[in-house]
């Protein structure tokens, strides 16, 4: 005897809801005991010469973990994270992070330091950069998961987008 495991056509099955999405706080905490691991994530790290190195280091339904390393010289330029939140800590090295705001609404420039802890809405914009003179790397948490992202260039008026990338593009 086999049993059909089919739905019949009169009752359609409930969809799934959406997973809420974490808060930036949340992440903050993700990032940070992550990054106090680093027997899990430093024999993963990558160098590249052409652009910074990234690896997915986990994906459930309501965040994503992501390890990036940075060599001199290499940053994100200006970029959102879609509909996402964020938090990402600097594990090793030094990276600087310029955002607009303030009481001027002009440029602001971070020095993050190992340890460093920063967190984010969905509307934040920022470019981050490696400006010292050696390598470093960075976990990032986001929830939910990256989607798409915009790239922006700062120009006399402002913030103008560039571009526009989809998940599929470095996942």
Known sequence: MSLDLAVPPTIAPKPLAPAAALSPAAL??????????????????????EERWYERLSLTE??????????????????????????????????????????????????????????????YLHDVRNTTTGPAVTIHAYSPPLSEMARYELRAGGLVQTASERAEQWS
């Open 28 to 49: 903050r905490e993700i990032v940070r005991a992550a990054a106090d691991r680093p027997a899990v994530w430093l024999p993963r790290v990558r160098l590249s010469a």
């Open 62 to 123: 309501d965040h994503e973990v992501w390890l990036i390393s940075w060599l001199p010289g290499q940053s994100t330029g200006f970029h959102d994270h879609g509909d996402s939140r964020g938090a990402f800590t600097v594990a090793l090295g030094e990276l600087e992070e310029l955002s607009l705001g303030g009481p001027d609404h002009g440029l602001l420039v971070k020095r993050l330091a190992p340890g460093a802890v920063r967190s984010f809405g969905p509307e």
